[in-house]
């Protein structure tokens, strides 16, 4: 009978201590604590963390589209590469590039009104010149092979930027009709591939595009669950399909960032972890131009005034301090259900506009581009 009654009780202290494990061991990653001179307590969540999947998520119906995807390559003209505004790298599917790379490509930077202006105009700056997976902080690259790639902020919501979307998809895809009228052929509509993480907003654009509701779309992934041509006009034919990710998730930074913006599904992690890890990375960016108050535009917020506002006189010491403090007041106690309603409050844009990964080469690439137009020219010999 001991046995029996002290297993749950076993269980559930193991879960939690697991728990804290892990929560500990992906912040020090967030914050890029790599020193091998921590304490003892966070090198050896370090090393609980190591070699852990700790956020994963790649459902059936992902899996075979992927494939499906893969066949139809040799179909498509242009392929728009849709990312999240609040997380372009994280969402950026570099894990297609080898799949994707002889074809034409246009970046749409969608969810444009759910982060600051300074961070929406810096990756629209930066994005076009560098090589997004390759490229690191501080680090200007070349432009890739065949000029730049366009990119378009957008709105999937409110269709901001969908004309000019759909222009630059035009513009991609021209050298299609015109080899066709070489050959003397009638020109067809431009074929053109949507893809991109869960509920990064790939079927609203989609409706916007048309004009009417031609794909099912709702603010959760996993909604698009088959591949699926949609008409426009008589110049494009868009393939909607459901998100795209990687089999395994390596990068467990980017991963629970993808939590955070809900552009994963959520039986991939833990609410209470995420959302502790996410108020860290608040209050890292708090004051910063990447940060602005609801109702403020263009002006830095700070995050511990927000957070005080929305959940009152919290401990903000961490994410994990927060969430035990406000808890009993918010949520009868429980830190899971609190996690939740920090996330969803973060997801609805209640604690303000945020950039999650700030445009990291646009200082790199202002002064590349400043030390070459600065640069003394040779005087001419005489």
């Given at each position: ?21 892990w ?50 390559l ?22 297609l ?40 902080p ?35 895809g ?6 066709r009228?070489?050959?003397g ?20 654009l989609?409706?916007r ?13 996993g909604?698009?669950?088959a591949l ?9 034919e ?11 998730l ?24 995420i959302?502790?890890?996410?108020i860290?990375?608040?209050l ?9 108050a ?19 006189e ?17 949520a ?7 996690g ?12 303000g506009?945020?950039?999650l990964e700030?445009?990291p ?10 030390s ?11």
């Open positions: 009978m001991e046995s029996s009654s002290a297993s749950p009780l076993f269980v559930t202290q193991f879960a939690a201590r697991w728990r804290g494990h929560w500990r061991g992906l912040r020090a990653q967030l914050d890029g604590d790599s020193s091998s001179s921590s304490s003892s307590s966070s090198s050896s969540s370090s090393s609980l963390l190591s070699g852990r999947t700790l956020v994963q998520w790649f459902p059936g119906h992902i899996a075979k589209a992927t494939r499906e995807l893969r066949e139809r040799s179909l498509i003209d242009v392929v728009v590469e849709c990312v999240d505004a609040r997380i372009p790298r994280a969402t950026h599917p570099s894990f590039d080898e799949w994707v790379a002889a074809k034409t490509r246009v970046l749409a930077l969608n969810r444009m009104d759910m982060v600051p202006r300074k961070a929406l105009r810096g990756w629209l700056t930066a994005l076009p010149h560098l090589h997004l997976p390759q490229a690191r501080g680090t200007p690259q070349p432009p890739p092979s065949g000029g730049r790639v366009p990119c378009v902020a957008t709105d999937g919501k409110l269709g901001t930027g969908v004309a000019g979307l759909k222009r630059a998809c035009v513009a991609a021209a050298h299609i009709n015109e080899r009228a070489l050959r052929m009638m020109p067809r509509p431009l074929r053109v591939a949507v893809i991109g993480y869960p509920n990064v907003g790939k079927s609203a989609i409706n595009l048309c004009g009417r509701r031609a794909a099912a779309s709702a603010a959760r992934p909604v698009t669950r699926q041509w949609v008409r426009i006009g008589r110049e494009l868009l393939l909607d399909m459901p998100g795209v990710i990687p089999p395994r390596v990068d467990q930074v980017s991963a629970a960032r993808l939590a955070m913006c809900n552009d994963i599904g959520g039986a991939a992690y833990d609410s209470e972890c959302a502790a890890l996410l860290d990375e608040l890292s960016l708090s004051g910063t131009p990447w940060v602005e609801p109702g403020a535009p263009s002006k830095p917020a700070s995050i511990r005034e927000l957070l005080r506002r929305r959940y009152g919290v401990d903000l010491t961490s994410g994990e301090h927060l969430l035990e403090t406000a808890a009993p007041r918010h009868q106690g429980s830190k899971v259900q609190m939740e309603r920090v996330l969803h409050d973060f997801r609805n844009g209640l604690l506009k945020v950039c700030p445009p080469f646009i200082e790199a690439v202002a002064a590349a581009a400043t070459l137009v600065e640069q003394p020219q040779p005087k001419p010999t005489a």
